[in-house]
């Protein structure tokens, strides 16, 4: 692929700082005017077999609802059996994996651009990523959202409207701003 010798997307996708450069821009126009297009297709089928035209690698049984909005696309890995209710937003600046049989609520977002805490950088408009990681088996509530760095395990459940922080372990429960385990989260049949 063309963007990834371009060494502003390696300092971005490996977490350095760096500034957006014309391929990028490029990319992120591109992808910014067919998400457009494609969330307004009403044909299940053609709508989401364009989206995933756009991103790096997605499984089978790829199910999302109008409308979805991502970065670049290059940088999300979606496993088999993922469905996405109404508008989800994946900012992959860095690297979004996405395990097999995840499920994201309506107003979902996953963010992985870490902008700078020191005011000076910040006005540069430079800025760091960290990836975001996803297990299996794995549902994310309405309106909760993911922050830089975070992975969650297998079996993982977030509540609706939580702010997840940090990284959780496989088979909880997490709620919250900022989340915090709510209890086990155990298989029951």
């Known amino acids: 692929m063309e963007i990834e010798q371009d060494p502003a997307y390696q300092q971005m996708i490996n977490g350095e700082l760096y500034l957006e450069s014309k391929p990028l821009v490029n990319l992120r126009n591109d992808v910014r ?3 457009m297009e494609y ?3 009403a044909d299940n089928d053609q709508r989401n077999t364009k989206i995933k035209s756009l991103m790096k690698s997605v499984g089978n049984r790829f199910f999302v609802e109008p409308t979805i909005y991502f970065s670049y696309g290059v940088n999300i890995t979606i496993g088999d059996h993922f469905y996405a209710n109404h508008d989800v937003m994946l900012c992959d600046e860095g690297k979004i994996t996405i395990g ?3 499920k994201f609520g309506p107003k ?3 963010y992985t651009p870490k902008h700078p805490m020191d005011p000076a950088v910040r006005r540069t408009e430079a800025e760091r990523t960290a990836p975001i990681t996803i297990g299996n088996d794995v549902w994310v509530g309405g309106s909760a959202s993911i922050l830089p760095g975070v992975t969650l395990g297998n079996n993982v459940i977030v509540g609706a409207g ?3 922080t940090k990284s959780f372990p496989d088979n909880v429960i997490v709620v919250g701003n900022p989340a915090r385990i709510l209890r086990k989260n155990e298989p029951t049949d």
């Open 33 to 35: 005017t067919k998400l």
């Open 39 to 41: 969330n307004l297709i």
């Open 100 to 102: 097999n049989d995840v």
């Open 108 to 110: 979902v977002g996953l």
């Open 162 to 164: 939580s702010v997840v």
